[in-house]
C-alpha cells in the first residue's frame, strides 16, 4: 500500500488532519525523492520556460506578415497553453508536482508575452513599470494556485526588476515605490507554508537568498534625494536581516541557506568599512546638510524607521542571550548619525570605535561559545578595519606596520589558546 493510501485511510478515520497529510506526504516525498527525480523537476521547468520563449521568437520572427486578427490569436495562445497545461497538472494530484511547477513557469512567461503582444496589436498606451506591475499582479495567483515555488522566485525576481526600474525612472511624476512592498509581502504565506513544510528543499534556499538580495537591491530604490539618509536605512535594513537570521523560525535552516544570517552581518561591516572613511561624511554629510524637514520627507528614512521598529519587536520576543552585536547594531549608529550632524568630523572616529567594538565583541561571543569560526569572523573584522587605515593618509606607515602585526597576532594566540583549551577539556 502507498504512503498516499495510508494518509487518506488516516485521514477518513480522523487520526490525522488534512493539513497533517499534506505535511507528512510533503516531507516524505521530500525525503525519499531520489536525485533523478530532483534533476526531472529542474529540467521540466528549464523545459517549459525553453519551449515558450521559442514559441515567442517563431512568432516574432513573422509577426508582420500576419494579419490583424491572426496576431490576436497567437497573442493569446500562449496564455491559452499555460492554462491548459495548468488544468491538467490540477487534475493530476499533489503528486505530480514536477509538473505543477513546469506549468507555472510556462504560464508565468506566457502572461508577460499576452499583454505584450495585445498592447502592441492595438497600440495601448503605457511604460514599463506598468506593464511589469500588471504582469506581476496577474502571476501572483499563480503561486497559491499550482503551489508552485518557481512561480514564486520568478515573481521576486519580477518585482526587483520592477523597483529597479520605478526607482531610476525619473519620468515618473509619482513613482509607485511602495508597490513593490506590499506586492513581496503577497508571497510570505507561501514563504511561511514552504518552510514549515519542506524545510530542507533547495527551493526555500533559493527564497531565501533571493529575498534578502531582492531587499538590499531595492531599499536604495525608495528614495535618492537624500544619500545622507540611506546609510542610516541600510544600517537598520542589515540589523533586521541578522535578527531574522537568529528568530527560532530560520536559525534551524543549514549556515548556507540562512542568507538572512550572512548577507546581514556581512552587509553592515562592509558599510561601516565604507562609513569608516572621511570622504563619504565629507560628500553626504558635511557638503549636504541634513535639515528636520528633509528627515520628515523622505520616503528612506520611514523605511528605515519601520526595519529598526521591526528589529526591536523581534528583540523583545527572543532571549537576549542569544543575541549577537550585530542584531543591535543600528542603536548606536542612530546616535552616531545624529551627532555628526552637528558635529560632522567626529562621524568617521565613532564609525572606527564601533567596527572595533565589533570585532572584539563578536571575539568575545565566540570564545563564549568556544566556536573557532565566530572568533575568528571578530578577528577578520578588525582586520578589514586595519586594512582600512592601511589607506589612511592620515597614518603613519610604522603605526599602519604595528596594527598589523597586531592582528596577526591576535588570529595565532586566539585560535592557539581556543585549541589548547579544547584538548585540555577533552
Same mark, same amino acid.
Request: proline fraction near 4%; include cysteine.
Given at each position: 500500500?502507498?504512503?498516499?493510501?495510508?494518509?487518506?485511510?488516516?485521514?477518513?478515520?480522523?487520526?490525522?488532519?488534512?493539513d497533517?497529510?499534506?505535511?507528512?506526504?510533503?516531507?516524505?516525498?521530500?525525503?525519499?525523492?531520489?536525485p533523478?527525480?530532483?534533476?526531472?523537476?529542474?529540467?521540466?521547468?528549464?523545459?517549459a520556460?525553453?519551449?515558450?520563449?521559442?514559441?515567442?521568437?517563431?512568432?516574432a520572427?513573422?509577426?508582420?506578415?500576419?494579419?490583424? +486578427?491572426?496576431?490576436?490569436?497567437?497573442a493569446?495562445?500562449?496564455?491559452?497553453?499555460?492554462?491548459?497545461?495548468?488544468?491538467?497538472?490540477?487534475?493530476?494530484?499533489?503528486?505530480?508536482?514536477?509538473?505543477?511547477?513546469?506549468?507555472?513557469?510556462f504560464?508565468?512567461?506566457?502572461?508577460?508575452?499576452s499583454?505584450?503582444?495585445?498592447?502592441?496589436?492595438?497600440?495601448?498606451?503605457?511604460?514599463?513599470?506598468?506593464?511589469?506591475?500588471?504582469?506581476?499582479?496577474?502571476?501572483?495567483?499563480?503561486?497559491?494556485?499550482?503551489?508552485?515555488?518557481?512561480?514564486?522566485?520568478?515573481?521576486?525576481?519580477?518585482?526587483?526588476?520592477?523597483?529597479?526600474?520605478?526607482g531610476?525612472?525619473?519620468?515618473?511624476?509619482?513613482?509607485?515605490?511602495?508597490?513593490?512592498?506590499?506586492?513581496?509581502?503577497?508571497?510570505?504565506?507561501?514563504?511561511?507554508?514552504?518552510?514549515n513544510? +519542506?524545510?530542507?528543499?533547495?527551493?526555500?534556499?533559493?527564497?531565501?537568498?533571493?529575498?534578502?538580495?531582492?531587499?538590499?537591491?531595492?531599499?536604495?530604490t525608495?528614495?535618492?534625494?537624500?544619500?545622507?539618509?540611506?546609510?542610516?536605512?541600510?544600517?537598520?535594513?542589515?540589523?533586521?536581516?541578522?535578527?531574522?537570521?537568529?528568530?527560532?523560525?530560520?536559525?534551524?535552516?543549514?549556515?548556507?541557506?540562512?542568507?538572512?544570517?550572512?548577507?546581514?552581518?556581512?552587509?553592515?561591516?562592509?558599510?561601516?568599512?565604507?562609513?569608516?572613511?572621511?570622504d563619504?561624511w565629507?560628500?553626504?554629510i558635511?557638503?549636504?546638510?541634513?535639515n528636520?524637514?528633509?528627515?520628515?520627507?523622505s520616503?528612506?528614512?520611514y523605511?528605515?524607521?519601520?526595519?529598526?521598529?521591526?528589529?526591536?519587536?523581534?528583540?523583545?520576543?527572543?532571549?537576549?542571550? +542569544?543575541?549577537?552585536?550585530?542584531?543591535?547594531i543600528?542603536?548606536?549608529?542612530?546616535?552616531?548619525?545624529?551627532?555628526?550632524?552637528s558635529?560632522?568630523?567626529?562621524?568617521?572616529?565613532?564609525?572606527n570605535?564601533?567596527?572595533?567594538?565589533?570585532?572584539?565583541l563578536?571575539?568575545?561571543?565566540?570564545?563564549?561559545?568556544?566556536?573557532?569560526g565566530?572568533?575568528?569572523?571578530?578577528?577578520?573584522?578588525?582586520?578589514?578595519?586595519?586594512?582600512?587605515?592601511?589607506?589612511?593618509?592620515?597614518?603613519?606607515?610604522?603605526?599602519?606596520?604595528?596594527?598589523?602585526?597586531?592582528?596577526?597576532?591576535g588570529?595565532?594566540?586566539?585560535?592557539?589558546?581556543?585549541?589548547?583549551?579544547?584538548?585540555?577539556?577533552?
Amino acid at each position: 500500500m502507498s504512503i498516499q493510501n495510508e494518509l487518506r485511510e488516516l485521514v477518513n478515520a480522523s487520526v490525522i488532519t488534512e493539513d497533517d497529510a499534506l505535511r507528512i506526504s510533503t516531507w516524505y516525498q521530500s525525503a525519499k525523492t531520489p536525485p533523478h527525480k530532483r534533476l526531472l523537476i529542474i529540467f521540466g521547468v528549464l523545459g517549459a520556460i525553453l519551449v515558450g520563449l521559442g514559441i515567442i521568437l517563431v512568432i516574432a520572427h513573422n509577426w508582420d506578415q500576419f494579419p490583424k +486578427n491572426l496576431k490576436v490569436v497567437f497573442a493569446f495562445l500562449p496564455l491559452v497553453i499555460g492554462q491548459v497545461l495548468t488544468a491538467y497538472s490540477l487534475l493530476g494530484g499533489n503528486s505530480n508536482q514536477t509538473l505543477k511547477e513546469s506549468s507555472a513557469a510556462f504560464l508565468f512567461f506566457a502572461v508577460g508575452a499576452s499583454i505584450s503582444l495585445v498592447s502592441q496589436v492595438y497600440n495601448i498606451p503605457g511604460n514599463t513599470g506598468d506593464y511589469l506591475l500588471a504582469w506581476m499582479l496577474l502571476c501572483l495567483p499563480v503561486i497559491y494556485v499550482l503551489n508552485s515555488s518557481i512561480a514564486s522566485l520568478l515573481f521576486i525576481a519580477g518585482i526587483t526588476f520592477y523597483a529597479i526600474h520605478t526607482g531610476n525612472d525619473h519620468s515618473f511624476a509619482n513613482p509607485p515605490d511602495w508597490y513593490y512592498w506590499i506586492m513581496l509581502a503577497g508571497i510570505i504565506p507561501h514563504y511561511y507554508r514552504l518552510h514549515n513544510l +519542506n524545510p530542507k528543499s533547495n527551493f526555500l534556499f533559493f527564497h531565501n537568498w533571493m529575498i534578502v538580495l531582492s531587499l538590499i537591491i531595492c531599499l536604495g530604490t525608495v528614495d535618492t534625494n537624500i544619500n545622507a539618509l540611506t546609510s542610516l536605512s541600510y544600517i537598520c535594513l542589515f540589523s533586521f536581516l541578522s535578527v531574522m537570521g537568529n528568530t527560532p523560525f530560520i536559525r534551524q535552516q543549514k549556515a548556507a541557506s540562512n542568507a538572512w544570517k550572512i548577507l546581514g552581518p556581512a552587509g553592515s561591516i562592509v558599510l561601516l568599512s565604507l562609513l569608516s572613511f572621511n570622504d563619504y561624511w565629507k560628500w553626504f554629510i558635511w557638503r549636504h546638510a541634513v535639515n528636520f524637514s528633509d528627515v520628515i520627507t523622505s520616503q528612506v528614512f520611514y523605511a528605515g524607521v519601520i526595519f529598526a521598529l521591526i528589529s526591536l519587536y523581534l528583540l523583545g520576543r527572543q532571549n537576549f542571550k +542569544n543575541s549577537n552585536a550585530f542584531e543591535w547594531i543600528f542603536i548606536p549608529y542612530y546616535f552616531i548619525f545624529i551627532f555628526s550632524i552637528s558635529f560632522p568630523v567626529v562621524g568617521p572616529v565613532f564609525v572606527n570605535i564601533l567596527l572595533l567594538a565589533l570585532g572584539i565583541l563578536t571575539i568575545y561571543n565566540g570564545a563564549r561559545k568556544d566556536h573557532l569560526g565566530i572568533v575568528n569572523f571578530g578577528l577578520l573584522i578588525i582586520a578589514i578595519l586595519a586594512a582600512c587605515r592601511f589607506f589612511d593618509s592620515n597614518i603613519s606607515f610604522v603605526l599602519r606596520g604595528i596594527m598589523f602585526i597586531a592582528v596577526g597576532a591576535g588570529f595565532f594566540a586566539c585560535n592557539y589558546f581556543m585549541l589548547k583549551k579544547r584538548r585540555t577539556n577533552e
